[in-house]
T-cell receptor, first 119, second 108 residues
Framework: GAVVSQHPSWVICKSGTSVKIECRSL??????MFWYRQFPKQSLMLMAT?????????EQGVEKDKFLINHASLTLSTLTVTSAHPEDSSFYIC???????????????FGQGTRLTVV | RKEVEQDPGPFNVPEGATVAFNCTYSNSASQSFFWYRQDCRKEPKLLMSVYSSGNEDGRFTAQLNRASQYISLLIRDSKLSDSATYLC?????????FGKGTRLHILP
């Protein structure tokens, strides 16, 4: 199946700093990637949909100025958590759209996830 | 009504038992449906796709009822290794929506 690589797998940062998370599709081109956040014992919550070459679409309640998404190429999307605070500590996962996945009814392919801890 | 709803559990069942999960979805235009399994601190992994005709993979059986807008997953002869969170995933019409997941603990 398609491979999605997410990096880093875990990161600890100081409050007020910014953290960048990368999501790469290794053997296919992803026109769309989805970014999720998961707090302990909760489900994945969609944060935003990242579209190559255009602005990301953010879900209600997600601050677009705090969670910057860049999808400059068909194989790379990045999520930058700006001015991170302890409440941003969470598990962040990306998933890639394999050829208009939503229309083609195919499964979602996930990165390994990034565990962010802000201290 | 939430877009995708699941019983959060936890379900604590003895090894060897049969366990069933249900999931309901609100958007009748949803196009495809999946069950994912997520182990603690790991990414979700596809367990099964769900079709109207029903599909079976070993001890796992998934079923979709479009008229009632619900999806089910049945695990027979449960193993200790089945302990995980099971996520119902609904695809479309324009995004992927996850249920909150049902935690399953298989007891020895």
């Amino acid at each position: 199946g398609a491979v999605v690589s997410q990096h880093p797998s875990w990161v600890i940062c100081k409050s007020g700093t910014s953290v960048k998370i990368e999501c790469r599709s290794l053997d296919f081109q992803a026109t769309t990637m989805f970014w999720y956040r998961q707090f302990p014992k909760q489900s994945l919550m969609l944060m935003a949909t990242s579209n190559e070459g255009s602005k990301a679409t953010y879900e209600q309640g997600v601050e677009k100025d705090k969670f910057l998404i860049n999808h400059a190429s068909l194989t790379l999307s990045t999520l930058t958590v700006t001015s991170a605070h302890p409440e941003d500590s969470s598990f962040y996962i990306c998933s890639a759209d394999v050829g208009a996945m939503v229309e083609m009814n195919t499964e979602a392919f996930f990165g390994q996830g990034t565990r962010l801890t802000v201290v | 009504r939430k877009e995708v709803e699941q019983d959060p559990g936890p379900f604590n069942v003895p090894e060897g038992a049969t366990v069933a999960f249900n999931c309901t979805y609100s958007n009748s235009a949803s196009q495809s449906f999946f069950w994912y399994r997520q182990d603690c601190r790991k990414e979700p992994k596809l367990l099964m796709s769900v079709y109207s005709s029903g599909n079976e993979d070993g001890r796992f059986t998934a079923q979709l009822n479009r008229a009632s807008q619900y999806i089910s997953l049945l695990i027979r002869d449960s193993k200790l290794s089945d302990s995980a969170t099971y996520l119902c995933v609904v695809n479309g019409p324009d995004k992927i929506i996850f249920g909150k997941g049902t935690r399953l603990h298989i007891l020895p």
